[in-house]
């Protein structure tokens, strides 16, 4: 079955990973069916859940006026492994991610492939959209904030990638993107930090990427989110901004995601990005010169110390 977007029939793919998601999935679920642009078709990747979820997924696939494709994963595979299976399975020339404990707004798959096509000429182009979430707590109520706002995040950076090679600006729930975006981002690197963030930096690096100021996702904040919504100017946020070791660990994660990049799209980056992605391994003077020089900054004063701090002194190199 096609979706219908400007009178035009599309092939539309929805990628849920679950586990252990019973406590929200079915809202999650009915807000798919509920969406003005139906998918025509559910891929679903479940990871290993002990609980109901499968009995939900089971369910929903017999009540879905389109098609619900499960499978079970056992033993676990994460979270990033799980959604680059899970794309891998799905067959549309758009392809909308979703997580298991939100509510997707009702025009959140036909505003996002409007933008998709909008952007990506006749379909060759790597397109990537994703958009703003309004904050809800466990019980759906509306926390009255929105997530760019609340982390202190700009989704219009004149250069997105020069923001990306540092922190991600892509919340995975809210992206849709096409196939040529799958073709070129796939298979995964090893031990990337996030699906979506790979995703950004693929589009930024390769096509392009587009930022929706309104929400098209109220985002659920339980405690027990993959990544979630913390304030990041706070007590707790200028305490992240000062060298610790974990946060030469994740700035090491980040970096080897950065090397990534360049060993794989090395002929499509720029010549200073390519600078600063080798000066890597090397640290101090030659890094901050070279980001300095590709106009390479984190958003936010906090983002910034803690950017200057740690590649000058160079302390993730030991976690490389």
């Known amino acids: 079955m ?3 977007i400007d009178g035009e029939p599309v ?4 990628a849920l990973c679950t586990c252990h998601g019973e406590a929200w999935l079915e809202a999650q679920l009915d807000s798919i069916l509920s969406q003005t642009l139906q998918p ?3 891929i679903v990747g479940d990871d290993a859940s002990k609980d109901g979820t499968f009995g939900i997924l089971q369910a929903f696939s017999k009540r879905a006026p389109f098609p619900v494709h499960i499978a079970r994963h056992e033993p676990a595979l994460g979270v990033v492994d799980n959604f680059e299976v899970t794309l891998s399975r799905a067959r549309g020339q758009y392809i909308a991610l979703c997580d298991q404990d939100d509510l997707w707004l009702p025009d959140r798959l ?3 492939v409007s933008k998709v096509r909008q952007a990506e000429g006749d379909g060759s182009k790597p397109v990537l959209v994703h958009s703003d979430l309004v904050l809800i707590d466990a019980d759906g109520r509306d926390m009255g ?4 706002e609340m982390r202190g995040l700009d989704g219009h950076p004149a250069n997105p990638l020069c923001v990306l090679l540092r922190h991600n600006l892509v919340t995975g729930c809210t992206v849709t993107c096409n196939r040529a975006l799958l073709e070129v981002a796939r298979p995964f690197p090893e031990r990337l930090v996030m699906h979506d963030w790979w995703l950004a930096l693929v589009a930024a690096t390769t096509g392009e990427i587009h ?6 996702v109220r985002y659920r904040q339980h405690g027990n989110n993959q990544v979630g919504a913390s304030r990041f100017i706070s007590r707790s946020g200028f305490l992240r901004a000062l060298p610790s070791a974990s946060s030469r660990r994740a700035l090491a ?6 090397l990534e990049l360049g060993s794989r799209f090395r002929d499509r980056l720029p010549d200073p990005v390519l600078e600063f992605i080798d000066a890597i391994p090397s640290g101090g003077r030659r890094l901050r010169k070279a980001a300095v020089g590709a106009g390479i900054q984190p958003q936010g004063w906090a983002r910034r110390i803690r950017f200057f701090l740690e ?5 993730y190199r030991r976690y490389l």
């Open 2 to 4: 096609s979706a219908m």
């Open 11 to 14: 092939e539309l793919s929805v």
């Open 40 to 42: 025509s078709e559910l």
């Open 110 to 112: 036909e505003r996002s």
């Open 145 to 148: 904030e929105k997530f760019m």
């Open 211 to 216: 930022f929706m100021d309104e929400p098209t």
């Open 253 to 258: 994660d980040v970096f080897r995601q950065d």
């Open 311 to 315: 590649t000058f002194t160079g302390g």
